[in-house]
């Protein structure tokens, strides 16, 4: 069973950067599908980027050229750097995976939560001065 652990979220002034880290256990991220989500008060669940397990990539517009999804598979960890980070992207941000039975193109080109069913518990990002 995949697991997540996930780190790196904090306090930051408009225009800084963040990196979040997801570490996975339990199975190898070289089978799945991973992403990143967030979710703000009030808001549902979006996504912000997704990656298949052949590395192609696909980032919401409010995040384009602002953030940067990557994995490690040997450190078994997935990560997003987040810069010029604007007031509009606090939320907790999630990561999470799905097993590479399902196919990359509906699950990166969407990049809707309801696609995932692997889940980190999340971390906090909030960007204020």
């Given at each position: 069973?995949?697991?997540?652990?996930?780190?790196?979220g904090g306090?930051v002034?408009?225009?800084?950067?963040?990196?979040?880290?997801?570490?996975?256990?339990?199975?190898?991220?070289?089978?799945?599908?991973i992403?990143?989500?967030?979710?703000?008060?009030?808001?549902e669940?979006?996504?912000?980027?997704?990656?298949?397990?052949?590395?192609?990539?696909?980032?919401a517009?409010s995040?384009?050229?602002?953030?940067t999804?990557?994995?490690?598979?040997?450190?078994?960890t997935?990560?997003?750097?987040?810069n010029?980070?604007?007031?509009e992207?606090?939320?907790?941000?999630?990561?999470a995976a799905v097993?590479?039975?399902?196919?990359?193109?509906?699950?990166?080109?969407?990049?809707?939560?309801?696609r995932?069913?692997?889940?980190?518990?999340g971390?906090?990002?909030t960007?204020?001065?």
């Amino acid at each position: 069973q995949l697991q997540f652990v996930e780190s790196g979220g904090g306090l930051v002034q408009p225009g800084g950067s963040l990196r979040l880290s997801c570490a996975a256990s339990g199975s190898s991220l070289d089978y799945y599908h991973i992403g990143w989500f967030r979710q703000a008060p009030g808001k549902e669940r979006e996504g912000v980027s997704c990656m298949s397990s052949g590395d192609s990539t696909n980032y919401a517009d409010s995040v384009k050229g602002r953030f940067t999804i990557s994995r490690n598979n040997v450190m078994n960890t997935v990560y997003l750097q987040l810069n010029s980070l604007k007031p509009e992207d606090t939320a907790v941000y999630y990561c999470a995976a799905v097993h590479v039975t399902v196919s990359a193109w509906t699950v990166v080109s969407s990049c809707a939560p309801n696609r995932y069913n692997f889940w980190g518990q999340g971390t906090q990002v909030t960007v204020s001065s």
